[in-house]
């Protein structure tokens, strides 16, 4: 019968199976020992206990942006596969022109200046700086979302609508995507200038400022692989 009267384990044995059941951390990562920073009493690896939340946040946000430049990795290659199936209809050279997409890759690469002082200004808490810088990018964005916008009409007014081939459906699903993250970029800027305005440069309103601008240059990123691929080797292919 085990009961209170049963005869307790010996601490010598207890400690010894604890051992066996979770044996230490030669290294010591992060407990103090050798390569550590953290305190030797703190349990789990790392610098004990739960990671800060900006590293928690940050990492996520990585996820986010990796897995995103997987999706766009996917259109880049449907695209490049099926850029040549014209179906008798106008082929790249014959829509493309890098005039309109010369004057769309200025403006997104402008507005990446404009997010990276709206991020030295809410470190530098100068709100006046951090909204005007705020308010450069969101106006060489929506320029540039406006200007996709008419290429899309003109193309569709020309009969080179997504269902007229499989290369049209390539493009749009390709360039559509890129211009509906811009957009979205360009509402989640006008949140954070509105988050700052109501509750200041707190350290949970810069760390969503600071996922946006990693969006947005990321966003900049692919669209100089989108004017490389599609249009600069359209039109000189």
Same mark, same amino acid.
Request: charged share 15%.
């Given at each position: 019968? $085990?009961?209170?009267?049963?005869?307790?384990? #010996?601490?010598?044995?207890?400690?010894?199976? @604890?051992?066996?059941? %979770?044996?230490?951390?030669?290294? @010591? +990562?992060?407990?103090?020992g050798p390569g550590g920073g953290g305190t030797p009493? *703190?349990?789990?690896?790392?610098?004990?206990?739960?990671?800060?939340?900006?590293?928690v946040v940050g990492y996520g946000f990585w996820l986010?942006?990796?897995?995103?430049?997987?999706?766009?990795?996917?259109?880049?290659?449907?695209?490049? +596969?099926? =850029? &040549?199936?014209?179906?008798? &209809?106008?082929?790249?050279?014959? /829509?493309?022109?890098?005039?309109?997409?010369?004057? #769309?890759?200025?403006?997104?690469?402008?507005?990446?200046?404009?997010?990276?002082?709206? *991020?030295?200004?809410?470190? *530098?808490?100068?709100?006046?700086?951090? $909204?005007?810088?705020?308010?450069?990018?969101?106006?060489?964005?929506?320029?540039?979302?406006? /200007?996709?916008? @008419? #290429?899309?009409?003109?193309?569709? &007014?020309?009969?080179?609508?997504? %269902?007229?081939?499989?290369?049209?459906?390539?493009?749009?699903?390709?360039?559509?995507? =890129?211009?509906? =993250?811009?957009?979205?970029?360009?509402?989640?800027?006008?949140?954070?200038?509105?988050?700052?305005?109501?509750?200041?440069?707190?350290?949970?309103?810069? @760390?969503?400022?600071?996922? !946006?601008?990693?969006? !947005?240059?990321?966003?900049?990123?692919?669209?100089? &692989?989108?004017?490389?691929?599609?249009?600069?080797m359209g039109v000189y292919a």
């Amino acid at each position: 019968m $085990t009961s209170a009267f049963a005869p307790a384990a #010996e601490p010598g044995r207890a400690l010894d199976a @604890r051992a066996r059941k %979770s044996p230490p951390d030669p290294y @010591r +990562v992060g407990h103090g020992g050798p390569g550590g920073g953290g305190t030797p009493s *703190a349990p789990g690896r790392g610098t004990g206990g739960p990671a800060p939340k900006r590293i928690v946040v940050g990492y996520g946000f990585w996820l986010f942006i990796l897995s995103d430049i997987i999706m766009f990795a996917t259109f880049f290659a449907a695209y490049a +596969v099926l =850029h &040549g199936n014209a179906d008798g &209809g106008p082929t790249p050279p014959q /829509l493309f022109s890098l005039g309109n997409t010369g004057v #769309e890759t200025v403006c997104l690469l402008l507005s990446s200046y404009g997010c990276g002082a709206a *991020a030295l200004a809410a470190k *530098a808490e100068d709100r006046r700086l951090f $909204t005007t810088a705020m308010g450069i990018t969101f106006a060489l964005g929506l320029l540039f979302v406006g /200007l996709e916008a @008419r #290429e899309f009409a003109d193309l569709v &007014g020309r009969g080179a609508g997504p %269902s007229r081939s499989a290369f049209l459906s390539s493009f749009f699903a390709l360039v559509g995507c =890129h211009g509906l =993250h811009v957009s979205a970029g360009l509402l989640w800027l006008l949140t954070m200038v509105a988050q700052v305005w109501a509750k200041g440069f707190r350290a949970d309103i810069l @760390r969503r400022l600071y996922c !946006w601008t990693l969006f !947005w240059h990321a966003l900049d990123i692919i669209w100089v &692989g989108v004017f490389t691929v599609v249009y600069v080797m359209g039109v000189y292919a």
